[in-house]
Nanobody
Framework: QVQLVESGGGLVQPGASLRLSCAASGIIFNIYYMGWYCQAPGKAREVVAGITSGRTTDYADSAKGRFTISRDNARNTVFLQMNSLKPEDTGVYYC?????????WGQGTQVTVSS
Protein backbone atom coordinates (compact mmCIF):
# COMPACT_ATOMS: atom_id res chain seq x y z
CA GLN A 1 0.00 0.00 0.00
CA VAL A 2 1.40 3.37 -1.05
CA GLN A 3 1.43 6.13 1.53
CA LEU A 4 2.65 9.70 1.32
CA VAL A 5 2.54 11.46 4.68
CA GLU A 6 3.17 15.20 4.83
CA SER A 7 4.17 17.16 7.90
CA GLY A 8 5.58 20.55 8.85
CA GLY A 9 2.71 22.88 8.05
CA GLY A 10 1.45 25.53 10.40
CA LEU A 11 0.52 29.14 11.02
CA VAL A 12 3.34 31.63 10.49
CA GLN A 13 3.77 35.36 9.98
CA PRO A 14 4.77 36.88 6.64
CA GLY A 15 8.51 36.59 6.09
CA ALA A 16 8.86 33.43 8.14
CA SER A 17 10.08 30.03 6.99
CA LEU A 18 8.67 26.52 7.08
CA ARG A 19 10.07 23.16 6.07
CA LEU A 20 7.59 20.61 4.80
CA SER A 21 8.40 16.90 4.76
CA CYS A 22 6.77 14.02 2.92
CA ALA A 23 7.60 10.48 3.96
CA ALA A 24 6.85 7.85 1.33
CA SER A 25 6.27 4.14 1.74
CA GLY A 26 5.15 1.36 -0.56
CA ILE A 27 7.07 2.69 -3.60
CA ILE A 28 10.62 2.43 -4.87
CA PHE A 29 11.17 6.02 -3.83
CA ASN A 30 14.46 6.75 -5.57
CA ILE A 31 13.03 6.21 -9.07
CA TYR A 32 9.93 8.37 -8.62
CA TYR A 33 9.44 11.98 -9.64
CA MET A 34 8.33 13.82 -6.50
CA GLY A 35 6.50 17.11 -6.30
CA TRP A 36 4.67 19.58 -4.12
CA TYR A 37 1.36 21.18 -5.03
CA CYS A 38 -0.65 23.86 -3.27
CA GLN A 39 -4.41 24.34 -3.20
CA ALA A 40 -5.34 27.81 -2.04
CA PRO A 41 -8.85 28.49 -0.73
CA GLY A 42 -11.32 28.53 -3.61
CA LYS A 43 -8.68 27.70 -6.19
CA ALA A 44 -7.47 24.69 -8.13
CA ARG A 45 -4.46 22.67 -7.00
CA GLU A 46 -1.29 24.07 -8.60
CA VAL A 47 2.25 22.82 -8.87
CA VAL A 48 4.82 24.45 -6.61
CA ALA A 49 7.99 22.44 -7.21
CA GLY A 50 9.22 19.09 -8.47
CA ILE A 51 12.34 16.96 -8.37
CA THR A 52 13.31 14.07 -10.62
CA SER A 53 15.04 10.86 -9.63
CA GLY A 54 18.22 12.49 -10.90
CA ARG A 55 17.60 15.49 -8.61
CA THR A 56 16.77 17.94 -11.39
CA THR A 57 14.40 20.51 -9.93
CA ASP A 58 11.72 22.81 -11.32
CA TYR A 59 9.64 25.51 -9.69
CA ALA A 60 6.56 27.58 -10.26
CA ASP A 61 7.44 31.20 -10.92
CA SER A 62 5.94 32.16 -7.57
CA ALA A 63 8.32 29.77 -5.77
CA LYS A 64 11.56 30.57 -7.56
CA GLY A 65 14.17 32.14 -5.30
CA ARG A 66 12.16 31.44 -2.13
CA PHE A 67 11.43 27.69 -2.05
CA THR A 68 13.82 24.75 -2.36
CA ILE A 69 12.79 21.16 -3.01
CA SER A 70 15.13 18.33 -2.08
CA ARG A 71 14.99 14.60 -1.50
CA ASP A 72 16.68 12.11 0.80
CA ASN A 73 16.47 8.73 -0.88
CA ALA A 74 17.90 6.93 2.16
CA ARG A 75 14.92 8.18 4.20
CA ASN A 76 12.32 7.99 1.39
CA THR A 77 11.53 11.63 2.09
CA VAL A 78 11.08 14.77 0.02
CA PHE A 79 11.32 18.23 1.53
CA LEU A 80 10.12 21.70 0.66
CA GLN A 81 12.01 24.52 2.33
CA MET A 82 9.88 27.65 2.14
CA ASN A 83 11.46 31.00 2.98
CA SER A 84 10.12 34.56 2.89
CA LEU A 85 6.57 33.29 3.09
CA LYS A 86 3.76 35.53 1.87
CA PRO A 87 0.02 35.51 2.62
CA GLU A 88 -0.59 34.28 -0.92
CA ASP A 89 1.37 31.11 -0.09
CA THR A 90 -1.50 30.07 2.16
CA GLY A 91 -3.10 26.77 1.24
CA VAL A 92 -3.02 23.03 1.65
CA TYR A 93 0.28 21.59 0.44
CA TYR A 94 0.16 18.13 -1.10
CA CYS A 95 3.00 15.75 -1.80
CA UNK A 96 2.90 13.96 -5.16
CA UNK A 97 4.71 10.92 -6.54
CA UNK A 98 4.74 9.92 -10.20
CA UNK A 99 6.27 7.09 -12.22
CA UNK A 100 4.76 6.58 -15.65
CA UNK A 101 1.01 6.13 -15.19
CA UNK A 102 1.36 5.61 -11.44
CA UNK A 103 0.37 8.76 -9.52
CA UNK A 104 -0.04 9.12 -5.78
CA TRP A 105 -1.04 11.95 -3.47
CA GLY A 106 -0.63 12.62 0.21
CA GLN A 107 -3.41 13.89 2.45
CA GLY A 108 -2.02 17.42 2.60
CA THR A 109 -0.71 19.76 5.27
CA GLN A 110 -2.11 23.22 5.93
CA VAL A 111 0.12 26.28 5.60
CA THR A 112 -1.31 29.60 6.74
CA VAL A 113 0.67 32.83 6.39
CA SER A 114 -0.96 35.65 8.27
CA SER A 115 -0.10 38.50 10.57
Amino acid sequence: QVQLVESGGGLVQPGASLRLSCAASGIIFNIYYMGWYCQAPGKAREVVAGITSGRTTDYADSAKGRFTISRDNARNTVFLQMNSLKPEDTGVYYCYARLGNNNYWGQGTQVTVSS
